[in-house]
């Protein structure tokens, strides 16, 4: 099983982006998908969770009202939808998938990981 995020790029301050993340099969019913970030030299970090079974999301503090993950599970394909993007969203993004809560937010909690996309805010 593969996920294949993409869409990252550079954007301005308060610009938008949208990842995707593409699973090779469709085996995620039970699953959450996951987005996180790293920027070099700190811990990988949280960013929004999405279950498709129930639809519930899940965001950390600092994307809350600017960021909104969701899923299409016609192309097995769950997507983060960037807006009001600031310089310290600068990061790798990493798509993931793993059982459990939509609240248990470390990324042990999560099983198969995406490649990242990088995404740049320039300022």
């Known amino acids: 099983v593969q996920l294949q995020a993409s869409g990252g790029g550079l954007v301005q301050t308060g610009g938008s982006l949208r990842l995707s993340c593409a699973a090779s099969r469709r085996t995620f019913s039970s699953y959450k998908m996951g987005w996180f970030r790293q920027v070099p030299g700190k811990e990988r970090e949280f960013v929004a969770a999405f279950s498709w079974s129930g639809r519930n999301t899940y965001y950390a503090d600092s994307v809350k009202g600017r960021f909104a993950i969701s899923g299409d599970n016609a192309k097995n394909t769950a997507y983060l939808q960037m807006n009001s993007l600031k310089p310290e969203d600068t990061a790798v993004y990493y798509c993931?998938?793993?059982?459990?809560?939509?609240?248990?937010?470390?990324?042990?909690?999560?099983?198969?990981w995406g490649q990242g996309t990088l995404v740049t805010v320039s300022s």
């Open positions: 993931a998938a793993g059982l459990g809560p939509i609240t248990s937010t470390m990324h042990y909690d999560y099983t198969y």
